[in-house]
């Protein structure tokens, strides 16, 4: 089967740059994905990952070590907005399955 | 505007009770899933499904069923409610090949009583 390990609650101040970590044991690895996820508000997706190394999208940046079953998701210029919680997420197998960990709640404080 | 909608918000049943959860996406995606949320679990694979009439088994299966008689349309279907299955349920769709990147639906909160 598939498992994740998430930290379960990261706090950051705004403006500065935090970083939410995701081990992860699968066989047949596609690739890592990310979402964020406000209270009440259904998960929206933000990156994936197939191949080792970083990727960027604006303020959100995601990295991936295969060898290493390693990723994690990078925030930077922290705003008060983006107090949620994310999740990493592995697709693997024939039918491209995703299995979500159980998440990390950020706070961002002032 | 992409839209995965759910046909309930809330909802509260009876122990015992046969629930129908529906899901429907206007995408033309081939996968669909449902996932059920609890604090501290983050999102749980019920079933999925990768064509119409196909489903696979998720992680925690067992009291659900599934049912997709057409591309658009995936229902989950408690056969015998129980209060264990309390819980957010989240509906989602992919496109094939792109089993990464789901759009989700607002979620339904069972209650059941």
């Known amino acids: 089967g598939q498992s994740l390990e998430q930290p379960s609650e990261v706090t950051a101040v705004e403006g500065a740059i935090v970083q939410m970590n995701c081990t992860y044991q699968t066989s047949g690895f596609y690739g890592l994905s990310w979402y964020q996820q406000h209270d009440g508000g259904a998960p929206t997706f933000l990156s994936y990952n197939a191949l080792d190394g970083l990727e960027e999208t604006g303020r959100f940046s995601s990295f991936l070590s295969r060898s290493d079953s390693y990723g994690y998701l990078l925030l930077q210029e922290l705003q008060m907005k983006d107090s949620a919680s994310y999740f990493c997420?592995?697709?693997?197998?024939?039918?491209?399955?995703?299995?979500f960990g159980t998440g990390t709640k950020l706070q961002v404080i002032p | 505007d992409v839209k995965v909608t759910q046909s309930s918000r809330y909802l509260v049943k009876r122990t015992g009770e046969k629930v129908f959860l529906e899901c429907v996406q206007d995408m033309d995606h081939e996968n669909m899933f449902w996932y059920r949320q609890d604090p501290g679990l983050g999102l749980r694979l019920i079933y999925f499904?990768?064509?119409?009439?196909?489903?696979e088994k998720g992680d925690i299966p067992e009291g659900y069923s599934v049912s997709r008689e057409k591309k658009e349309r995936f229902s989950l279907i408690l056969e015998s409610a129980s209060t264990n299955q309390t819980s957010m349920y989240l509906c989602?769709?992919?496109?094939?090949?792109?089993?990464?990147?789901?759009?989700f639906g607002p979620g339904t909160r069972l209650t059941v009583l």
């Open positions: 997420a592995v697709t693997s197998g024939g039918y491209q399955k995703v299995t």
């Open positions: 499904s990768y064509d119409v009439k196909m489903k």
């Open positions: 989602a769709s992919s496109a094939s090949g792109r089993g990464n990147e789901q759009f």
